[in-house]
């Protein structure tokens, strides 16, 4: 299909990489959902051998039975190969990522290994996971600033064992379009049986260059892109879905190329990764940013309302952007708020629709509105997973010689248990509640940053608390949503707890290779 780029999301696993990006079970099958509905053709679900939860991730991705392939990441490492195929033998279509570095540098200070024994490990490899699949993708990792003609011996060996996708990843954002055009253009010239697999380029945006790199590589003859919702991604992210996906579509003129995106659930999907991992799109960001339709100079102005097109070179509509923002009340029933929620992005069953609906309701209550911002914050805001529910909070202040001091009593579950009352002071509230779950956690907790916003306007307006914390050597980021600021700072605290507990056990060691890719 030489006119048809596939698109490869990785925000469940490289995404996930971004400081602050980790995902529970539940929102990476939420976020999944999301992608299959997108359209993508690959969802790269996460590493399975890095850890326990990341292998349960996986195969609870796999399970959902969705139309997209389904790709775990691994090592050359038969262990590695082995959790893939364990973690994806229910999925309907499924892929195996194997990945190895390549570059000199790699060679020498990593791996401490040669050109040959690398090329011995990946095919071994390769043929290794033949048992389980027939879709093998190998990716050559730092493969911009490996030696062109290595390369080019690298992928011939992984294409004559079987190899299906060949990924060139520039894994530190170094290559410039013009580079990655040309190496593209070289690899498609030497390689034996090339038109028998697909060429894939994975770039980082260390230089800002994420999606003018993946421009170039398809230009050069790539027909895969390996990107994330937002760009998220390690350090600087990743190649932005949104982006290369509207440059292809918009720029149809040059490139001639399709994809299977729908294009109107790109603001939604957006909306939903931004949801679940609180980390905010900048106002700016092309595609799905607040601002990327806002016209605010006088002459723009005048420009759209007489002809869209003098400034605009896409229409709101074509990415998603809600055409009004329905205002929901007490009053609202189930379709209304059925129908907004499928606007929005949200897949839900009937269960989950009972118990939203609930909520929604005693919202409304406190609430005179309800926004659209509202009902993600309703969906994603609060999911209290894992063993510890907080049930109540209780704080009392007073002021002693101009300093605040502060009470928190937090009624805590675990695993269904009867509730118990933990208690700690500070000079605040948030102190408080800090100190009061140090009571519970063996390891060191620091808070590293701590911030509250309003999920939309008004003075009844819902908060937003978002906590960035390290407990030990991990670090974390938990959520709360409230119209009790307090109260969504408890949240957020909880949601760090429990995120600590899934995290325990884990690989680390395997996580922080797969981040390298």
């Not at 002459?299 to 309302?305: A, E, K, P, R």
């Not at 609906?357 to 609060?382: M, P, Q």
């Not at 701590?450 to 050597?473: C, H, L, M, N, P």
Request: one cysteine or more.
């Amino acid at each position: 299909m030489a006119d048809y780029v596939y698109i490869f999301d990785t925000t469940l696993r490289d995404g996930e990489q971004s400081p602050g990006c980790s995902m529970n079970v539940q929102e990476k099958l939420q976020v999944a959902r999301v992608l299959d509905d997108l359209g993508v053709d690959v969802i790269e679900a996460g590493f399975p051998a890095a850890s326990d939860g990341d292998f349960e991730s996986v195969k609870s991705v796999g399970d959902l039975g969705l139309d997209a392939t389904i790709c775990g990441l691994s090592r050359t490492r038969h262990g590695d190969i082995e959790a893939v195929a364990r973690s994806l033998d229910t999925a309907k279509n499924k892929r195996l990522h194997i990945f190895i570095a390549t570059s000199p540098i790699h060679r020498e200070h990593k791996l401490k290994m040669d050109k040959e024994q690398i090329i011995d490990e990946m095919t071994s490899a390769l043929a290794f996971g033949q048992q389980w699949f027939d879709d093998i993708e190998v990716t050559a990792e730092d493969a911009g600033r490996t030696e062109i003609d290595y390369l080019v011996e690298y992928f011939q060996a992984a294409v004559d064992a079987g190899a299906r996708v060949l990924n060139v990843p520039d894994t530190v954002g170094y290559v410039t379009p013009w580079e990655s055009r040309k190496l593209y253009r070289h690899l498609r010239k030497h390689l034996r049986n090339a038109e028998d697999v697909v060429l894939s380029c994975h770039n980082h945006n260390d230089l800002g260059l994420a999606v003018a790199n993946s421009l170039g590589a398809i230009e050069g003859g790539a027909r895969q892109v390996e990107c994330t919702i937002n760009g998220i991604g390690e350090r600087a992210g990743n190649c932005s879905l949104e982006e290369v996906v509207m440059a292809l579509r918009t720029r149809h003129d040059r490139y001639g190329l399709e994809t299977g995106i729908d294009t109107t659930r790109l603001y939604p999907a957006s909306r939903v990764v931004t949801a679940v991992t609180g980390s905010q799109v900048q106002p700016n960001k092309a595609i799905v940013g607040r601002n990327a339709f806002a016209h605010e100079a006088g002459i723009h102005q005048d420009g759209v309302l007489k002809h869209a097109e003098t400034y605009e070179i896409m229409k709101p509509e074509d990415v998603g952007v809600p055409e009004n923002s329905l205002v929901l009340g007490k009053h609202s029933g189930r379709h209304a708020f059925s129908n907004r929620l499928e606007t929005l992005g949200f897949s839900v069953d009937k269960e989950q629709m009972e118990e939203l609906f609930v909520r929604f309701k005693s919202l409304a209550d406190r609430k005179k509105s309800v926004y659209d911002e509202d009902i993600e914050a309703l969906v994603l805001g609060n999911e209290q997973t894992g063993p510890w529910h907080l049930d109540a909070i209780s704080i009392h202040t007073e002021v002693e010689d101009a300093d605040q001091l502060a009470e928190a009593s937090l009624k805590l579950r675990f695993n269904g248990q009867a509730p118990r009352i933990y208690t700690g002071r500070g000079d605040g509230p948030v102190n408080a509640i800090v100190n009061a779950i140090k009571t519970i956690i063996d390891e060191e907790l620091h808070m590293e940053e701590f911030q509250v916003s309003a999920v939309s306007g008004g003075s009844d307006a819902q908060g937003r608390a978002t906590v960035r914390a390290t407990i030990g050597a991990s670090r974390y980021q938990g959520t709360g949503v409230s119209t009790d600021i307090v109260e969504a700072s408890a949240q957020a605290m909880v949601s760090i707890m429990n995120r600590h507990h899934q995290h325990q056990g884990s690989d680390v060691g395997a996580s922080r290779i797969a981040a390298a890719i």
